[in-house]
C-alpha cells in the first residue's frame, strides 16, 4: 500500500510562484517513478512532469522551463516548483505512481492562478 499527500497548493497571481510537496509512504528510491499531474475542469487529467527512481526528469512541453520537479529522499518527498505561473496552470495537481502492479493518486492540491 502506498500513500501519496500532496500540499501546498492555494491562489497566486500570474507570473508568480508555488512549491507543491508530494509526500510518500515509504523510501521513493522504491517506487519507479512519481508524476505530476493537473486536472483542469472540464478537461482531461494531463501529465505535467515525471521523476524516475534514478532521478531522470521529464516535463510536458507546456510547463518546460517554468516548472521543476526535484525530490528529498531523507523526506520521501517530491517536489513540483512552479515559476511564471500562467492563468492556463489552475488546475488540481495530483501525484501518482504505480508500484507492485498498482496505481496510486493523491487526493489532489488545488492551484488557482490569477490573471
Known amino acids: 500500500q502506498v500513500q501519496l499527500v500532496e500540499s501546498g497548493g492555494g491562489l497566486v497571481q500570474a507570473g508568480g510562484s508555488l512549491r507543491l510537496a508530494c509526500a510518500a509512504s515509504g523510501n521513493i528510491y522504491s517506487k519507479p517513478f512519481i508524476n505530476w499531474y493537473r486536472q483542469a475542469t472540464g478537461k482531461q487529467r494531463e501529465l505535467v512532469a515525471t521523476i524516475t527512481s534514478g532521478g531522470s526528469t521529464n516535463y510536458a512541453d507546456s510547463v518546460k522551463d517554468r516548472f521543476t520537479i526535484s525530490r528529498d529522499t531523507g523526506k520521501n518527498t517530491v517536489y513540483l516548483q512552479m515559476n511564471i505561473l500562467k492563468p492556463e496552470d489552475t488546475a488540481v495537481y495530483y501525484c501518482?505512481?504505480?508500484?507492485?502492479?498498482?496505481?496510486?493518486w493523491g487526493l489532489g492540491t488545488l492551484v488557482t492562478v490569477s490573471s
Open positions: 501518482y505512481t504505480n508500484y507492485g502492479g498498482k496505481s496510486y
